[in-house]
């Protein structure tokens, strides 16, 4: 079966839970921290007493995060690269290939799937700090601005207090910045550098398991909503390995010997991938590709846009921070107003999937809270 970025996106998922139900923890013991006793004249300073107790428990939280999530990540990339050699196994063999039973045969996984862990432990483990250094630093803030609003007239302690608090759910826990200086929320970091990793993990599995067969060359699907660095390789085939650049090669009839016929190859997988074909999310898978055998499909029509998947990205992603906002909420009011934004939001998201044939992702407008 063909193989892409989509085979084990679902592990991808599964990792990211992990982190947002951490980033979810950590607001929750903000706001309990600062909601006890905040009518009390003392407030302030026993705040910034307790800021010892609040560290202590963000440690706990973050050490129980990084032992889980090096488990989930190996696990996922584990899994991921079975299912990429899985997916070759059964695709020579419904195709009859006579290469079939060399796919069969045992490839070391462990090298391929210790160098992507390590790399998205590296990626990531930097956000812990982040994590903690943010969660404290909100503390402060909140503590900072609410003693100081009775002075200045300007708010109520309680008020002040949810104001910072609001500012740091809206934003949520940010993971990574980019060269732009973009924040990427928590979530959409993680699952990202783990979308690429477990992506990369199937296709390489299948492009190991063709290499073993004999298979030399591959075709890109055609995808829904595709991307403008993917469509250049839309129908295209490719060589799994060789040098870069568009050609013309002679290659052996996959079922009748002694014969040649002439493929026009795109280039290879890894200038193709370079370029950005199978990035995060990518919907494009590649297929073993038969000379002499295999066609080139006809070209579909897509259910939407890109622009239509990215709108709907970005409602998601507003769903999520006003959920953020009704549980960072200290009174039944903001709860409520938050609530009818999030309704509000999952209304637009039921508009643009009715108008575009879009799949609605429901998990995606989702918190994972830790159980």
């Known amino acids: 079966m063909p193989v892409s970025p989509a085979l084990a996106e679902d592990l991808a998922g599964a990792v990211a839970d992990l982190y947002e139900a951490a980033a979810g923890t950590l607001t929750d013991l903000i706001t309990r921290a600062l909601a006890q006793g905040i009518d009390s004249p003392l407030w302030a300073h026993l705040k910034l007493a307790a800021l010892g107790n609040l560290q202590s428990a963000v440690d706990e939280v973050l050490v129980a995060l990084q032992a889980d999530a090096a488990g989930a990540i190996h696990s996922a990339l584990t899994e991921a690269y079975e299912r990429g050699q ?30 992507l ?20 630093d909100v503390y402060r803030s909140v503590v900072a601005r609410a ?32 060269r732009s200086g973009r924040s990427w929320e928590l979530r959409s970091y993680v ?16 492009s190991d398991r063709l290499g073993a067969a004999g298979v030399d ?3 890109v699907s055609q995808a829904p909503e595709e991307c403008p660095l993917c469509r250049p390789w839309e129908r295209q085939i490719l060589a799994r390995t060789g040098v870069p650049g568009a050609r ?9 010997d002694r014969r040649t016929v002439t493929v026009r190859v795109a280039g290879s997988l890894p200038e193709a991938r370079a370029a950005g074909l199978m990035h995060p999310n990518c919907r494009h898978s590649v297929a073993a590709y038969l000379p002499g055998v295999s066609r080139v499909p006809e070209a579909q029509p897509s259910r939407g846009t890109y622009a239509d998947s990215q709108r ?36 637009r998201v039921r508009e643009l999937v009715a108008e575009t044939g879009l799949p609605r992702k429901s998990h995606r407008e989702q918190l994972t809270s830790a159980r």
Request: aromatic content about 4%; hydrophobic content about 50%; glycine content about 6%.
């Open 312 to 347: 709907q990205r970005y409602y998601e992603r507003q769903i999520r921070k006003w959920k953020r906002l009704e549980s960072a909420a200290l009174d039944d009011a903001r709860r409520t107003a938050a609530r009818a934004r999030v309704r509000a939001y999952q209304g």
């Open 117 to 136: 862990a390590a790399a998205v432990i590296a990626d990531t483990g930097p956000t812990h700090l982040r994590m903690l250094r943010q969660t404290l």
């Open 147 to 178: 003693a100081a609003a009775p002075v200045l007239g300007a708010q109520t302690r309680r008020h002040a207090a949810q104001s910072a608090l609001d500012a740091f759910a809206q934003r949520g826990v940010t993971g990574f910045i980019d």
């Open 86 to 115: 899985q997916a070759a196994v059964a695709e020579l063999g419904a195709l009859g290939v006579g290469q079939a039973a060399a796919a069969t045969s045992a490839l070391p996984t462990a090298p391929v799937v210790d160098r």
């Open 217 to 219: 060359l591959v075709i």
């Open 191 to 206: 699952e990202m550098a783990m979308r690429s990793a477990v992506g990369r993990a199937a296709v390489e599995a299948h």
């Open 248 to 256: 013309e090669v002679r290659a052996e009839h996959a079922t009748e």
